[in-house]
């Protein structure tokens, strides 16, 4: 028999834990009291889809309130009335109409009886009641199925209103026990738990509450949440169930801000163990592979490109042309269709998945495959992008190969490609981008009077696109820092410091990288030390990973890598 005392002991516990910033027992927490809520939201809305979503909102508002309850014990109370509360939205929200439990007395929109007394759910009130002692469930009867005033009731039973009312009270807190305890019997072939999708969901929601408090201020934005929703991720991984698109999606939007691309890759190969569609499993093999190229597992990376192009023959996958290149809804149609475009954007994708072809002893079947697709007739408006990503992804290995020659080449395409399109400003952005590649050639090589031209020019276009009123476009604010950092990198810091404070004051760095580069920039040249570490803090306020280990790789700060101060000003916000 179940031991409700100990149950309760264990879940009082781990609301105290929870309370504490536990994540792992708040995690518990929900695993716990998912079913419950979920069932109880269905009672009152009669709707499985909605009942999630308003159990999922309540989750939510339960973590954000949960430090400020005094007494655990009034914890499950509270989330009750969170998932009352936001049913009750759904609820207005689709104008459903409701019989009042009382038309006399006044009832406070926690109160579930307000919906729980329509025409369908009176099977389920009759079985709460019957649990209630007779001499409760005759007043409950009377006062709401009667509805008889108080004292008319006292008048019948021969009783005093006062004891009338006590009676009536003890029993409407009973039937809020019952009700919520015969929600463990809803949905019992359903259950949350048994798919992980709710978790899955509760994961999303978590995410998209940190990217709101993170754009309002990324330095007070609770970056608890990402752990709460990196633990539930966790979980859904552990249990071994099928995952869901959306949950998956999700739990790759919180890995890639943490950079945490084995874990990202370990996410997509659990994904890839099941079958999906054709679209779905494109976009886990695209991302599965780029995170094995970044964690540096080259051999991995090929191998993932090589199993999905095994796989593809005869799919049509369709995928979104923006990052992440979710899959195409049945609507949609500005994305990528064709075959050829979906592997241009596989090989286009990162430097970092070109570069795992070159780590892997394997570049010129690569840039064979890069060559191919570049000189097919363009397949989409769509591929007209990411063709000249194609030959700027294929220029940067290159590059590394130092394979100098080749790499013009491809600089010469991205030069051609750009002049050839027919929108000005556009036109402008693709000069722009291959500038800077060109830069970054002209340094490697050692060519220093074509790299002061380009410099120079990419300067000129910069301070234009400043007076037409364009200075904080991303893409301007973008080829600010890469001409910045490749001023950097070849010891131009005083030239470099003016383009990131142009940045500063049209918007601020794009990341926290870019911060700290600045706070680098600013310390190797004037030695600020507040502004530097202003600047580091804004560095570790913009990113989501350990700051600490980038900020010591520095060049710049080697004489101050182990200052307190600094070393404080790079901490992960809490």
């Given at each position: 028999?179940?031991?409700?005392?100990?149950?309760?002991?264990?879940?009082?516990?781990?609301?105290?834990?929870?309370?504490?910033?536990?994540?792992?027992?708040?995690?518990?927490?929900?695993?716990?009291?998912?079913?419950?809520?979920?069932?109880?939201?269905?009672?009152?809305?009669?709707?499985?889809?909605?009942?999630?979503?308003?159990?999922?909102?309540?989750?939510?508002?339960f973590?954000?309130?949960?430090?400020?309850?005094?007494?655990?014990?009034?914890?499950?109370?509270?989330?009750?009335?969170?998932?009352?509360?936001?049913?009750?939205?759904?609820?207005?929200?689709?104008?459903?109409?409701?019989?009042?439990?009382?038309?006399?007395?006044?009832?406070?929109?926690?109160?579930?009886?307000?919906?729980?007394?329509?025409?369908?759910?009176?099977?389920?009130?009759?079985?709460?009641?019957?649990?209630?002692?007779?001499?409760?469930?005759?007043?409950?009867?009377?006062?709401?199925?009667?509805?008889?005033?108080?004292?008319?009731?006292?008048?019948q039973?021969?009783?005093?209103?006062?004891?009338?009312?006590?009676?009536?009270?003890?029993?409407?807190?009973?039937?809020?026990?019952?009700?919520?305890?015969?929600?463990?019997?809803?949905?019992?072939?359903?259950?949350?738990?048994?798919?992980?999708?709710?978790?899955?969901?509760?994961?999303?929601?978590?995410?998209?509450?940190?990217e709101?408090?993170l754009?309002?201020?990324?330095?007070?934005?609770?970056?608890?949440?990402l752990?709460?929703?990196?633990?539930?991720?966790?979980g859904?991984?552990?249990?071994?169930?099928?995952?869901?698109?959306?949950?998956?999606?999700?739990?790759?939007?919180?890995?890639?801000?943490?950079?945490?691309?084995?874990?990202?890759?370990a996410?997509?190969?659990?994904f890839?163990?099941?079958?999906?569609?054709?679209?779905?499993?494109?976009?886990?093999?695209?991302?599965?592979?780029?995170a094995?190229?970044?964690?540096?597992?080259?051999?991995?990376?090929?191998?993932?490109?090589?199993?999905?192009?095994?796989?593809l023959?005869?799919?049509?996958?369709?995928?979104s042309?923006?990052?992440?290149?979710?899959?195409?809804?049945?609507?949609?149609?500005?994305?990528?269709?064709?075959?050829?475009?979906?592997?241009?954007?596989?090989?286009?994708?990162?430097?970092?998945?070109?570069?795992?072809?070159?780590?892997?002893?394997?570049?010129?079947?690569?840039?064979?495959?890069?060559?191919?697709?570049?000189?097919?007739?363009?397949?989409s408006?769509?591929?007209?992008?990411?063709?000249?990503?194609?030959?700027?992804?294929?220029a940067?290995?290159?590059?590394?190969?130092?394979?100098?020659?080749?790499?013009?080449?491809?600089?010469?395409?991205?030069?051609?490609?750009?002049?050839?399109?027919?929108?000005?400003?556009?036109?402008?952005?693709?000069?722009?981008?291959?500038?800077?590649d060109?830069?970054?050639?002209?340094?490697?090589?050692?060519?220093?009077?074509?790299?002061?031209?380009?410099?120079?020019?990419?300067?000129?276009?910069?301070?234009?696109?400043?007076?037409?009123?364009k200075?904080?476009?991303?893409?301007?604010?973008?080829?600010?820092?890469?001409?910045?950092?490749?001023?950097?990198?070849?010891?131009?810091?005083?030239?470099?410091?003016?383009?990131?404070?142009?940045?500063?004051?049209?918007?601020?760095?794009?990341?926290?990288?870019?911060?700290?580069?600045?706070?680098?920039?600013?310390?190797?040249?004037?030695?600020?030390?507040?502004?530097?570490?202003s600047?580091?803090?804004?560095?570790?306020?913009?990113?989501?990973?350990?700051?600490?280990?980038?900020?010591?790789?520095?060049?710049?700060?080697?004489?101050?890598?182990?200052?307190?101060?600094?070393l404080?000003?790079?901490?992960?916000?809490?």
């Amino acid at each position: 028999m179940h031991d409700t005392g100990s149950a309760n002991s264990d879940t009082e516990q781990l609301i105290r834990q929870a309370q504490s910033g536990d994540v792992t027992a708040f995690d518990r927490l929900v695993r716990r009291l998912q079913d419950r809520a979920v069932g109880y939201a269905f009672r009152l809305l009669r709707d499985r889809a909605d009942a999630e979503d308003a159990a999922q909102e309540a989750f939510v508002q339960f973590w954000h309130d949960l430090p400020r309850l005094r007494d655990p014990r009034a914890a499950e109370g509270y989330l009750r009335r969170m998932v009352f509360k936001y049913c009750d939205r759904r609820r207005r929200a689709r104008s459903i109409p409701t019989i009042p439990l009382d038309h006399v007395a006044a009832v406070t929109n926690e109160d579930p009886f307000a919906i729980l007394l329509n025409r369908e759910q009176c099977q389920m009130l009759t079985r709460a009641l019957a649990t209630l002692p007779a001499a409760q469930q005759q007043i409950t009867r009377l006062r709401y199925m009667c509805e008889l005033s108080l004292a008319g009731i006292a008048a019948q039973v021969r009783l005093p209103v006062g004891t009338v009312k006590n009676r009536l009270h003890a029993a409407r807190k009973r039937l809020r026990k019952e009700l919520w305890k015969m929600a463990d019997e809803i949905l019992t072939e359903t259950k949350p738990s048994d798919d992980g999708k709710f978790t899955g969901q509760v994961l999303a929601r978590i995410v998209t509450e940190f990217e709101r408090q993170l754009r309002a201020d990324p330095h007070t934005a609770n970056r608890a949440l990402l752990t709460e929703a990196k633990t539930g991720l966790d979980g859904l991984i552990q249990q071994d169930n099928p995952m869901d698109f959306a949950t998956v999606r999700s739990g790759f939007l919180l890995l890639t801000r943490q950079n945490d691309q084995p874990a990202i890759a370990a996410l997509l190969m659990h994904f890839l163990g099941d079958t999906h569609s054709d679209s779905e499993t494109t976009w886990a093999y695209l991302h599965m592979a780029n995170a094995l190229a970044i964690a540096r597992q080259p051999v991995g990376a090929v191998l993932a490109h090589q199993a999905w192009e095994q796989w593809l023959p005869g799919r049509q996958p369709r995928l979104s042309s923006h990052w992440p290149y979710p899959p195409l809804t049945p609507d949609e149609t500005n994305g990528y269709t064709a075959l050829d475009d979906c592997r241009l954007l596989f090989l286009a994708q990162s430097a970092e998945f070109a570069s795992a072809y070159l780590a892997a002893g394997r570049l010129p079947e690569y840039l064979r495959k890069m060559d191919t697709l570049l000189a097919l007739p363009r397949a989409s408006p769509q591929s007209v992008d990411h063709r000249f990503y194609g030959s700027r992804m294929a220029a940067h290995v290159c590059i590394n190969n130092r394979d100098f020659s080749r790499a013009n080449e491809y600089i010469d395409r991205m030069y051609s490609q750009g002049g050839a399109v027919s929108d000005p400003e556009e036109r402008t952005q693709w000069r722009a981008r291959t500038l800077g590649d060109h830069i970054n050639l002209l340094r490697t090589v050692g060519d220093t009077v074509e790299y002061s031209r380009r410099v120079s020019e990419m300067r000129d276009l910069l301070a234009d696109q400043t007076q037409r009123g364009k200075g904080d476009a991303i893409w301007v604010r973008s080829e600010r820092h890469n001409l910045a950092h490749q001023l950097s990198l070849n010891g131009q810091y005083a030239d470099a410091l003016p383009l990131w404070e142009e940045n500063e004051r049209h918007g601020g760095q794009l990341n926290g990288w870019a911060y700290l580069l600045h706070a680098g920039t600013v310390w190797h040249e004037i030695g600020d030390r507040d502004r530097t570490l202003s600047l580091l803090r804004d560095a570790a306020a913009h990113d989501d990973r350990d700051m600490t280990t980038l900020f010591q790789d520095r060049p710049e700060f080697h004489a101050v890598r182990e200052d307190a101060a600094f070393l404080d000003a790079v901490k992960k916000p809490t």
